[in-house]
């Protein structure tokens, strides 16, 4: 084949520049991308520079790699026929000191990696390279070979294929600009898209949402694992479950472990760093395998997850690229995750407080549930006892159900039983031991009479079946109506008040320890339970109450107390007894005002006629 003739190859070029300069139009408007143009740069440069074979490869600089872009006539069967190809940042430089490499005569830096390369280069075919770079930035090589021109001199081939990598590299440079761009559109919208998914998740328990907070996380970054680190706030220690999924080196029995936030203990550097994480509130990245070694040898990435406070650590580990290729973690993957952790510790606070909020409406239910029950083991009614006027009341102090008891039992003589009770507490615990206590009371009530055989029967069952702080103050009254003779037993609770028509006072004050407090053996020798008999006169009236009345408490912390109760019901004493307890409690409410409630309120008032 004859050599071409200067004016040709000048033809050449300028139709090969126009072709370009328009692909580059495209480009640059954004009708097109260097993806789908690299296969039309690459035909006007074979046929400018008139060679047979070749291919544009493109360089990753995050993998490191050079792979096919386009490629015409390889000797390979398809461009996957030609696998990346592995550069170094020296190979690069001594690279961009050539315009181009002619294979046949490369620099002696270059030997060495040329010939590790030589099978890819056996399928391009390539006998020529020109590296595209634009500012020293190195972007990829053009490949060429199979030179229809015969002539041996090939520097007008180079002056040619200069100024055509010139130009293609202003095209990558400009596609990759708006590929960034699209990526870091598209990286925006899943976050956007992940954290409106992540914040509907609110029903879900804690072991779901932390399972799918951990799958939208290692989304984000394509990473390959990742945990979702919470902070115990009893323990104070930052625990991870479930630590297997990340191939961890420890003892295949291990199913959780947690990294103490205060200790002098030495620990592993991974665990200490995720440690400092959940302490300082400060992001970590660690791409040092060799100290990611804890977890499979890869590197990682730690960010603190914030609530009202600092809630626990997100961590991601192994940033994969192509051929599973692990890549190092960047300050844009810290700037996406720490985006995405101020999601996740919004819905963790919100989940909680959904969660909490269900548990509430759930404990409400079964509250005004529990209320209802307690209501009624409560009197609906008092008794008609001829020759007697009887009254009660009990305003629970929480949620409808209290500790405090009263009720009118009708013992087997024909006598009356008439009880009041208060609960160590408050709330559902003291509402059960009261039902407790209601059932063992009836329990010995039918067996036999005596009361301080019933006391000692009922502080065994109460010992027994509560905790050592749980006990009850109680009062177990014993009326025989056509006698008028009241027999009571006292134990540990605020003393009746027995006020006769005169206006004398009389305190009702024997009996014993509170029940369920002691032991029996202890009972016995401190102080045995007793019993008193008062005989009541037409006239008299006997009021039974609990604390919550004479501990109710005023702005200012007064108590309303005995005192101010006895002065009240000498001025009652000739009322009826529903009076009584009516005029008693909006007396206490009177002097309360506008302070809170703090116990329950229980009265039962006994009137003779």
Known sequence: MQTDSAEQTMQRLIQGLSEIEEVGKAIVSGQSSFDASSQIYLRIVLKTLQAATGAILRYNPVERLLAVESSIETAGESVNAVMPIPITSDEIDVMLQCSSLDFSQPPALLQSFLEEIQPQLLTLNATLWAPLNIHEEFLGVISLGEFLNDSEDTGWIRELLKVLADHISVAIAHSRSQEDMRAAKFRLFMLSDTTAQIAKLLDLNTEQLEEEIVNHAISLLDASAGRLMLINPVTQQLEMRNPFALDLRFPSDLKSFAIPLKTDQKIHPTLSMFREVAIEGKTQICNDQDTAALFGEKNLIAVPVFGREILGILVVFGKEGRAGITLEFTDEDRILLEAFATQVGVAIENARLYQEAIEG?????????????????????????????????????????????????????????????????????????????????????????????????????????????????????????????????????????????????????????????????????????????????????????????????????????????????????????????????????????????????????????
Request: net charge negative.
């Open 361 to 609: 409406r759930r404990l409400q239910a079964e509250m005004e549930e529990a209320a209802k029950i307690q209501e009624n083991l409560l009197p609906k009614a008092p008794p008609e006892i001829p020759g007697y006027e009887i009254a009660g009341m009990s305003i629970p102090h929480h949620d409808g159900v209290g500790g405090d008891y009263y009720d009118y039992i009708r013992e087997t003589d024909s006598s009356w039983g008439l009880v009041i009770a208060d609960i160590a507490g408050k709330g559902m615990q003291a509402a059960l031991l009261m039902a407790t206590l209601r059932a063992a009371l009836l329990s010995e009530v039918a067996k036999q009479t005596d009361l301080p055989i019933r006391a000692m029967a009922l502080n065994t069952l109460i010992r027994e079946s509560s905790p050592l702080d749980k006990y009850a103050t109680l009062v177990y009254a014993r009326l025989h109506p056509e006698t008028g003779r009241l027999t009571s037993l006292n134990a540990g609770h605020n003393d009746p008040l027995v006020i006769r028509q005169d206006g004398s006072i009389q305190r009702l004050k024997a009996g014993g320890l509170m029940i369920g407090m002691y032991p029996d053996h202890m009972i016995a020798r401190i102080a045995e339970y007793e019993e008193e008999t008062t005989q009541l006169y037409s006239g008299d009236t006997v009021l039974f109450y609990t604390d919550g009345v004479t501990e109710t408490t005023n702005i200012y912390d007064e108590m309303y107390e005995e005192e101010r109760l006895e002065k009240l019901m000498k001025t009652l004493r000739y009322e009826n007894a529903s009076e009584i307890c009516g005029e008693i409690y909006n007396s206490t409410l009177e002097f309360q005002g506008e302070a809170q409630r703090f116990d329950d309120f229980t009265l039962m008032v006994l009137k003779k006629k």
